[in-house]
Nanobody, 124 residues
Framework: QVQLVESGGGLVQAGGSLRLSCAASGRTFSSVSMGWFRQPPGKEREFVAT????????YYADSVKGRFTISRDNAKNTVYLQMISLKPEDTAVYYC?????????????????WGQGTQVTVSS
């Protein structure tokens, strides 16, 4: 099993940057691929980024490509989402999630474990 706790959210001005962290516990962190999803106010949860088990492969939603970077440090049991050039439309609750099967995925339903979420608010 994997337990996930996000942190690092907050209020930033448009054009600013923020780094989210997701701390994992419960063993075998390196055996799961990880993803970041977000849920804007009044909208459904959507894919943001994912990283493979060893951190070699990454995939991004078109809306964040070139601005967000996902990475992981398996020695620290932590996944990161570095966000730059933030826009008001990036405002959302951000969730990290773990997928126990091998193939990376951009589909929310493929992820088994979820964190509680952290709020990111970008003001104009």
């Amino acid at each position: 099993q994997v337990q996930l706790v996000e942190s690092g959210g907050g209020l930033v001005q448009a054009g600013g940057s923020l780094r989210l962290s997701c701390a994992a516990s419960g063993r075998t962190f390196s055996s799961v691929s990880m993803g970041w999803f977000r849920q804007p106010p009044g909208k459904e949860r959507e894919f943001v980024a994912t990283v493979s088990r060893l951190g070699i492969s990454t995939y991004y939603a078109d809306s964040v490509k070139g601005r967000f970077t996902i990475s992981r440090d398996n020695a620290k049991n932590t996944v990161y989402l570095q966000m730059i050039s933030l826009k008001p439309e990036d405002t959302a609750v951000y969730y990290c999630a773990a997928k126990t099967s091998g193939v990376v995925s951009t589909t929310l339903s493929d992820y088994t474990y979820w964190g509680q979420g952290t709020q990111v608010t970008v003001s104009s």
